[in-house]
Nanobody
Framework: QVQLVESGGGLVQAGGSLRLSCAASGSIFGINVMNWYRQAPGKERELVAA???????NYADSVKGRFTISRDNNKNTVHLQMNSLKFEDTAVYYC?????????????WGQGTQVTVSS
């Protein structure tokens, strides 16, 4: 079993910054892709950013130039640095990891962390 624990959410004024972290633990042979998703009230969950094991990154258009995803493979941790936050960034942010366990790939989700941006 694998556990993902997010941290770093909170309340911030528009224009401010937050840094989210997600730590994976458990039976992990390797982590292929780590992602950040978000879900605002009444909206579908959407992909915010992704990073591969080779550090290739991908961002939603709405966050390009403002958010940066990074990972520490030694610690099985992924971070999301969020700058120039906007009211519309308010959502619950979820970490997702594609984990290699004995040759098979499995998806795991964290419990989510609330990010609230006040206008």
């Amino acid at each position: 079993q694998v556990q993902l624990v997010e941290s770093g959410g909170g309340l911030v004024q528009a224009g401010g910054s937050l840094r989210l972290s997600c730590a994976a633990s458990g039976s992990i042979f390797g982590i292929n892709v780590m992602n950040w998703y978000r879900q605002a009230p009444g909206k579908e969950r959407e992909l915010v950013a992704a990073i591969s094991s080779g550090d290739n990154t991908n961002y939603a258009d709405s966050v390009k130039g403002r958010f940066t995803i990074s990972r520490d493979n030694n610690k099985n941790t992924v971070h999301l640095q969020m700058n120039s936050l906007k009211f519309e960034d308010t959502a619950v942010y979820y970490c997702k990891a594609i984990v290699n366990q004995r040759g098979s790939l499995y998806s795991y989700w964290g419990q989510g962390t609330q990010v609230t941006v006040s206008s």
